[in-house]
């Protein structure tokens, strides 16, 4: 069990370093019902989840990380509709449909590429 501990607590400095190397800040959600809704309420459907847990947020932003021709944008943007979708996909055939895909929907930022110099490897499954 410990060991596992470990395993969660290294995962959580990995993302909130990687937030924080881009300006971001990760926290957990505590509701002001004062609810846990990670044990009551969460893992039903994960729509359902966003959509509640983002209930007082205003305008939450979404990043759909790997958006490949958008098919998550639309149920974002349906489950979300005052949101603000970031869509990242690096694969330039891909990013090219996205584009197309989701200039309808606006309030929509896809991005493909970064402005970080350094390497990087994906793997393009030909399926």
């Not at 509701?31 to 959509?51: C, E, F, K, N, Q």
């Amino acid at each position: 069990m410990q060991a596992v501990t470990q395993a969660v607590r290294a995962a959580k400095r990995l993302v909130r370093g990687a937030a924080h190397a881009v300006g971001l800040e990760v926290s957990r959600y505590r509701p002001a019902d004062g609810r846990d809704y990670v044990i009551t309420r969460v893992g039903v459907s994960a729509l359902r989840d966003m959509h509640e847990l983002l209930a007082d947020v205003s305008t939450p932003i979404v990043f759909d990380v790997g958006a490949n021709v958008g098919q998550s944008v639309a149920v974002f943007r349906e489950a979300l509709p005052d949101s603000i979708l970031h869509a990242f996909e690096p694969g330039p055939e891909a990013f090219a449909e996205l584009e197309a895909n989701t200039r309808r929907l606006g309030n929509l930022q896809p991005s493909g590429r970064f402005r970080v110099h350094g390497f990087c490897s994906r793997t393009i499954s030909p399926t």
